[in-house]
């Protein structure tokens, strides 16, 4: 798959070490290879091959202490571009009454996603209705009723009218009056994308002007999705994707290109038949579950770490004149605790061995009540815990829920780790990457 294969490109690369221009583009080939295999458009990869092979082959990379980490991180942010970048809302109409028309070819998925949308909507607070607008087949009908009642919402029906435009309407006149605040059109598809389907929809559209249309693509027919999609922008206009049968054996192609191709987000994501089965869709999320999860995310997490040098060498500076305040241990904490869990954290701290079993749950607790007591201290206290007297100690002691002990216990560490930490700042260590724990 996609992921396995991108998988073993970044094995390779994380096993050379140092890297040269030529390793990196012999891997950006690799990478090519993948994604077009994937059903990825070929201008899509043309270009984010292009893209991520300009910033993988500066010098910041390449000098790093960590250059797969780092190339592997840029093809993370792209792919998380490529993707659509951040989450794409659906937009509800300023009137308080927005209208979604759901539209695309026969068996993307348009029925039964128009019920999965008023689920979630409606587990979100919305009152919706769903109107049954696919008047060729009567069990169309029917089953924009049956997913209606599946998820607890009204649905219109005219099973004798041949005027989708009038049902559209109709249909919004019903929900008015049922005072729903979202009404999801199910439109007819066609097999192929012809001019009849496009004058029908069009009809709708100019008739009830909806708020978004939204264009139902299944996932499973790669390019075609892409092509697809493109056309109903075109002749359409569309304002966002869903993608279905993301669950099924889909290579990821269409995911990763419809976006560029159409300049259309993907708002959600189809991932079964049940009416639970769709999610809002997330570009960083999906990048991360291409390149394979956990692993590669760590290892990101670990090439941020390197990034933030700097913050290091900043660091060590206030440290050497002693300006370390507990608003840098804060900040040191939180650093820590986007790591991940403590026991792999502490895994990761050169020198450090554990003997026999260590409860780590009272570590993350132990964590979770420094942040509290940092946190319920002031600015001035932060910056100068000499001026933080009994009576302070107690105020503080009450609003992070802990006790007066606590905060002596935290700031006894805090000055034993000053003290022990100018022991070691010497310039090369903060450079080293080995300050990691306090
Ligand atoms: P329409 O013709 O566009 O209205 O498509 P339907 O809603 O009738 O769906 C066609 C088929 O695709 C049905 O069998 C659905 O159960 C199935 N389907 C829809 N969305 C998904 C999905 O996200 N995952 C899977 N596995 N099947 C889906
Ligand atoms: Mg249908």
Redesign the pocket.
């Known amino acids: 798959s996609l992921s396995e294969k991108l998988q073993d490109v970044f094995k390779k690369l994380r096993g050379k070490g140092k890297l040269t221009e030529k390793d990196i583009k012999e891997a950006m080939k690799e990478v090519k290879l993948a994604l077009l295999e994937a059903d990825v458009n070929y201008k899509v990869v043309k270009d984010f091959i292009n893209t991520v092979t300009q910033k993988a082959v500066g010098e910041e990379v390449l000098e790093s202490l960590t250059p797969a980490q780092q190339v592997i991180k840029i093809v993370y942010d792209e792919m998380v571009n490529l993707l659509g970048g951040s989450d794409t809302k659906l937009t509800f109409s300023p009137s308080g009454f927005s209208i979604y028309m759901?539209v695309?070819?026969?068996?993307?998925?348009?029925?039964?996603?128009?019920g999965?949308l008023a689920g979630l909507l409606k587990k979100q607070g919305k009152n919706p209705s769903l109107v049954a607008c696919?008047i060729y087949r009567p069990a169309?009908i029917k089953?924009l009723e049956v997913v209606a009642q599946k998820v607890g919402v009204k649905c219109y029906a005219d099973y004798t009218s041949q005027d989708a435009v009038k049902i559209a309407k109709d249909g919004i006149e019903f929900a008015k009056s049922n005072r729903s605040d979202v009404v999801i059109i199910?439109t007819a598809?066609r097999l192929h994308i012809n001019q009849e389907l496009m004058d029908e929809l069009k009809n709708i559209k100019n008739a009830v002007k909806p708020t978004e249309i939204l264009l139902?693509v299944?996932a499973m027919t790669g390019q075609d999705a892409v092509n697809v999609a493109e056309a109903f922008n075109d002749q359409l206009g569309i304002d966002g994707i869903i993608m279905?049968?993301?669950?099924?054996d889909t290579r990821g192609g269409a995911a990763l290109s419809v976006k560029a191709i159409t300049g259309k987000p993907i708002k959600f994501?189809?991932?079964?038949?049940k009416m639970e089965?769709?999610e809002v869709f997330h570009p960083d999320r999906m990048a991360s579950r291409i390149l394979g999860m956990g692993d590669v995310l760590t290892l990101i997490e670990k090439a941020q770490e390197a990034i933030d040098q700097k913050k290091a060498e900043e660091l060590e500076k206030k440290l050497r004149s002693m300006q370390f305040t507990l608003e840098d241990f804060l900040d040191q904490l939180k650093q820590i605790k986007k790591m991940g869990p403590l026991s792999q954290i502490i895994s990761m701290i050169p020198g450090i061995k554990l003997k026999g079993d260590v409860d780590f749950d009272a570590g993350e607790k132990e964590l979770k009540k420094i942040e509290a007591i940092i946190n319920s201290m002031t600015k001035e206290e932060r910056q100068d815990p000499s001026i933080i007297n009994s009576s302070r100690k107690r105020r503080i002691a009450m609003g992070s829920g802990t006790t007066v002990q606590d905060v002596n216990r935290l700031l006894k560490q805090f000055e034993d780790m000053k003290r022990m930490m100018k022991q070691f700042s010497n310039p090369s260590f903060a450079k080293k990457g080995k300050f990691k724990f306090p």
Not at 104 to 114: E, N, V
């Open positions: 759901m695309g070819l026969q068996g993307s998925g348009k029925t039964t996603t128009a999965k696919d169309a089953q199910d598809g139902v299944d279905t049968k993301l669950d099924g994501a189809g991932v079964g038949e089965d769709l």
